[in-house]
């Protein structure tokens, strides 16, 4: 989901201030830069200062002063390439650390994000922070860092000279930059919301192109290529717009400055040739500065210049900066999941690999990992205006396996998502071996859980290395086990690598039923007293499914397991099967029991009729 349209930089302080402390990390870089592009602005002020002494000495026959004015002034030009060259050297150096920086810690505080936050947005508006406004930043920062030293510098310095050389005539060019100025920031303010908006549509367009790109399987079948050109289309104008009417107002700075400083030229040529002629100055002060005010509009142009690019790195660090301010994922548990050993005297905290795991309490006391799950009256809406489960309660002892069905959106998931603490709960208390599960470190909570989704996600890597994403310091031992256990052993053997065998493109050259035996392979071998299957099978042909369950059935001894049944054949030895309708149980008991009944789970069965 996008963000809202026609947003602008809402503290355009609060943002030069938050990339002030990035830049601030890298204080002796930016010194040295700030320092070199002194220099280099400086040496151009006092190279074009020079032309005086040359002029007069030449005026005057002193050859002598003539050559010793030359070699000064070569001198100090050579001095500000040579500074030119260190800082824009240095400068590339200290904003590659800055976008080091930026997008370490941009990647590490989205790791910390709660789910809701990315169920809002869409994964290439997520994107779009580390790609296009990362980049704008970088470009920000390698440009126009420097320059704007050097154009303060040299405003500055040229001001200050020319009141030196004639003062009368320097309050004209003292006009002449306030009107400048003036300008700039008008059309600054005016450009600065489309800019905003151009980056914000920027991200839209990159997330559509993405949907799209990763769906075009569905897109082919259903003939949908010219509707998507329209809706590309649709986004693509957006962004024309918003990007037309930056360039627009930023476009005109530079003819405005030009214009300006034509003016001005003019004008002070003509009263600076009245006032050499009436012996007021001389030529050498009159031909200085007439270089200088012909200079006075090159800082000027290359502020504006740069100002586009300003604004719209503006525009993409304050969106990074906002999704920096993000509140984290709120966890207050305090109770954690340790190692133990059991001993005479009863359960022992232990660093060693026992194969035992309890619930450390903040007293130190020990609780049994066993994996006993129940809920009490909970109610959850993902929003405060829409209940999702109203007075949901159940209860699930170590080792039963307890299944959910329903229709779509009756509230499975739902219920699945709050055991391992995507979300909390509303009202209620969902309780793990007796332990309020808000009481415990979610990180710890997780640990304890294994889960399978119906949308396989595989990563870039080897068969082995997605397996052991479930548990990072399985041995290979350990993997193969977990590959036997889901039945996945076969085929891999059978692939060209094996277990090295390397995943593209989230396991595009697997089948689905291959990809999502890699995933229960996963779940197994982080070997959790619960399990969470969600519709597991559901994508998986009827042979496949008869290998998984003698697997599962497996990997589920002595386990408390959780399923949300897509097909209900694969429920019919839970030992307890609740009927889900609207957020609410309507009818709860095993296969039998509930066929006997002849209520809603019969008439699902035999096809009678479905959940509404």
């Known amino acids: 989901m996008a963000r809202p349209t026609n947003k602008r930089p809402e503290n355009l302080g609060r943002t030069v201030r938050s990339l002030a402390r990035y830049m601030g990390r890298h204080t002796v870089l930016m010194v040295i830069v700030g320092v070199l592009a002194a220099v280099s602005a400086l040496a151009n002020l006092l190279g074009t200062y020079m032309i005086r002494p040359i002029v007069n000495s030449l005026a005057g026959g002193d050859g002598g002063a003539l050559i010793r004015g030359v ?60 790609t296009n406004d990362v980049d704008t930043v970088s470009d920000a920062l390698n ?14 310095g040229l001001l200050v000279l020319l009141y030196v050389l004639n003062w009368q005539l320097s309050l004209i060019v003292t006009v002449s930059y306030g009107a400048m100025f003036l300008y700039i920031r008008y059309s600054s303010r005016r450009s600065r919301r489309y800019f905003a908006r151009q980056q914000e549509h920027l991200g839209r367009l990159d997330g559509y192109i993405e949907e799209m790109v990763s769906g075009q399987k569905v897109v082919k079948v259903f003939n949908h290529e010219e509707a998507n050109l329209q809706g590309f289309a649709a986004y693509n104008e957006a962004l024309r717009e918003a990007g037309t009417g930056a360039q ?26 009245l006032m050499a002629l009436r012996g007021m100055t001389d030529v050498g002060s009159l031909a200085t500065y007439l270089v200088f005010v012909r200079q006075a509009a090159l800082p000027i142009n290359q502020l504006t210049q740069q100002s586009g690019m300003v604004l719209s790195a503006l525009a993409g660090a304050e969106r990074i900066f906002n999704v920096l301010q993000e509140q984290p994922e709120v966890d207050e548990g305090k109770i954690r999941l340790t190692r133990v050993r059991e001993t005479p005297e009863g359960l022992t905290a232990c660093t060693e ?17 066993r994996g006993d799950v129940r809920f009490d009256h909970v109610d959850f809406g993902y929003t405060p205006d829409r209940l999702i489960l109203q007075g949901v309660s159940l209860y699930a002892k170590p080792g039963q396996k307890i299944a959910f069905v329903g229709s779509t959106g009756a509230g499975k998931t739902t219920i699945t998502n709050l055991i391992n603490r995507f979300y909390d709960v509303n009202g209620g208390v969902i309780t793990y071996d007796g332990l309020d599960v808000r009481d415990i470190a979610k990180a710890d909570l997780r640990r304890s859980l294994g889960i399978v989704l119906q949308d396989t996600h595989l990563f870039s890597g080897t068969i082995a290395d997605n397996i052991r994403f479930g548990k990072l310091d399985a041995t290979e ?24 065998t390397v995943i593209t493109g989230d396991g595009a050259n697997l089948s689905q039923g291959q990809r999502q035996l890699l995933a229960i392979a996963r779940a197994a071998v982080a070997d959790p007293p619960v399990l969470i299957l969600d519709e597991a099978t559901s994508n998986i042909d009827t042979r496949t499914e008869r290998l998984i369950e003698k697997g599962m059935d497996r990997l589920m001894e002595g386990r408390t397991v959780f399923v949300i049944a897509h097909r209900l054949s694969t429920v019919r030895n839970a030992n307890a099967i609740m009927v889900l309708n609207h957020g609410r149980i309507i009818e709860r008991g095993d296969h039998d029991e509930l066929l006997e009944q002849g209520g809603a789970y019969y008439h699902l069965y035999n096809g009678m009729t479905e959940l509404s």
């Open 353 to 369: 690999k026992t194969g035992h795991w309890a619930w450390q309490k903040p007293d130190g006391s020990l609780v049994p990992l």
């Open 143 to 156: 440009n126009s860092f420097a320059m704007v030293i050097q154009t303060f510098i040299q405003v500055v």
């Open 71 to 130: 070699l000064i002034a070569a001198a100090i030009y050579g001095t500000g390439v040579l500074a030119a060259l260190g800082y824009t050297q240095t400068m590339v150096r200290a904003a590659q650390k800055i976008l080091y920086d930026i997008r370490r810690d941009l990647f590490s505080h989205l790791q910390t994000l709660p789910l809701s936050f990315f169920d809002s947005r869409r994964h290439g508006d997520t994107m779009s922070y580390f």
């Open 477 to 500: 031992e350990e993997i193969i086990e977990a590959a036997k256990i889901a039945n996945a052993h076969s085929f891999i053997t059978r692939l060209p690598q094996g277990y090295d």
């Open 248 to 273: 627009s107002f930023a476009g005109t700075q530079i003819p405005a400055v030009v214009s300006i400083s034509y003016i001005n030229y003019a004008i002070v040529a003509v009263l600076g040739g």
